[in-house]
Protein backbone atom coordinates (compact mmCIF):
# COMPACT_ATOMS: atom_id res chain seq x y z
CA UNK A 1 0.00 0.00 0.00
CA UNK A 2 3.13 2.42 0.92
CA UNK A 3 4.15 2.27 -2.90
CA UNK A 4 0.60 2.55 -4.37
CA UNK A 5 0.81 5.79 -2.06
CA UNK A 6 3.92 6.74 -3.11
CA UNK A 7 3.34 6.48 -7.02
CA UNK A 8 -0.24 8.35 -6.27
CA UNK A 9 2.34 11.30 -4.83
CA UNK A 10 4.64 11.01 -7.56
CA UNK A 11 2.18 11.18 -10.56
CA UNK A 12 0.79 13.97 -8.21
CA UNK A 13 3.54 15.92 -8.50
CA UNK A 14 4.71 15.03 -12.16
CA UNK A 15 1.15 16.50 -13.04
CA UNK A 16 2.13 19.83 -11.20
CA UNK A 17 5.72 19.82 -13.32
CA UNK A 18 3.57 19.18 -16.35
CA UNK A 19 1.33 22.19 -15.51
CA UNK A 20 3.53 24.71 -14.46
CA UNK A 21 5.88 23.64 -17.55
CA UNK A 22 2.66 24.52 -19.78
CA UNK A 23 2.06 27.82 -18.33
CA UNK A 24 5.97 28.21 -18.93
CA UNK A 25 5.57 27.68 -22.65
CA UNK A 26 2.68 30.33 -22.29
CA UNK A 27 4.44 32.84 -20.69
CA UNK A 28 8.50 32.34 -20.77
CA UNK A 29 8.36 33.36 -17.34
CA UNK A 30 10.83 32.00 -15.30
CA UNK A 31 9.16 31.21 -11.88
CA UNK A 32 6.99 28.92 -13.87
CA UNK A 33 10.17 27.06 -15.02
CA UNK A 34 12.08 26.77 -11.40
CA UNK A 35 8.48 25.39 -9.74
CA UNK A 36 8.28 23.09 -12.83
CA UNK A 37 11.78 22.18 -12.22
CA UNK A 38 11.30 21.61 -8.70
CA UNK A 39 8.07 19.40 -9.04
CA UNK A 40 10.09 16.96 -11.14
CA UNK A 41 12.62 16.91 -8.64
CA UNK A 42 10.10 16.06 -5.93
CA UNK A 43 8.76 13.71 -8.80
CA UNK A 44 12.31 11.33 -9.30
CA UNK A 45 12.65 11.70 -5.45
CA UNK A 46 9.90 9.44 -4.84
CA UNK A 47 10.07 7.19 -8.28
CA UNK A 48 13.74 6.88 -7.00
CA UNK A 49 12.45 5.79 -3.81
CA UNK A 50 10.10 3.17 -4.67
CA UNK A 51 11.97 1.37 -7.29
CA UNK A 52 15.19 1.39 -5.17
CA UNK A 53 15.57 -2.30 -3.44
CA UNK A 54 16.45 -1.02 -0.39
CA UNK A 55 15.10 1.03 2.02
CA UNK A 56 16.57 4.72 1.79
CA UNK A 57 16.34 5.80 5.15
CA UNK A 58 19.56 8.23 5.26
CA UNK A 59 19.30 11.89 4.80
CA UNK A 60 19.66 12.04 1.03
CA UNK A 61 15.58 11.98 0.64
CA UNK A 62 15.67 15.36 2.87
CA UNK A 63 18.31 17.24 0.49
CA UNK A 64 16.61 16.37 -2.35
CA UNK A 65 13.70 18.27 -1.05
CA UNK A 66 15.26 21.00 0.05
CA UNK A 67 17.04 21.51 -2.85
CA UNK A 68 13.21 21.49 -4.05
CA UNK A 69 11.73 24.06 -2.07
CA UNK A 70 14.46 26.29 -2.21
CA UNK A 71 14.26 26.34 -6.00
CA UNK A 72 10.20 27.43 -5.06
CA UNK A 73 11.79 30.39 -2.67
CA UNK A 74 14.40 30.99 -5.09
CA UNK A 75 11.71 31.02 -7.47
CA UNK A 76 9.51 33.26 -5.89
CA UNK A 77 12.06 35.85 -4.46
CA UNK A 78 13.22 35.93 -8.06
CA UNK A 79 9.84 37.28 -9.20
CA UNK A 80 9.36 39.38 -6.36
CA UNK A 81 12.72 41.17 -7.40
CA UNK A 82 12.43 41.76 -10.95
CA UNK A 83 8.52 43.12 -10.41
CA UNK A 84 10.22 45.77 -8.22
CA UNK A 85 13.07 46.73 -10.11
CA UNK A 86 10.63 47.19 -13.34
CA UNK A 87 8.16 49.28 -11.29
CA UNK A 88 11.05 51.61 -9.53
Known sequence: M???MSGA???GFGIAGVFFLRFWRDTRDRLFALFALSFFVMTANRV???LSEEPLVGTMQY???LVAYALILVAILDKNRTRQTTHE
Open 63 to 65: WVR
Open 9 to 11: IAM
Open 2 to 4: EQV
Open 48 to 50: VVV
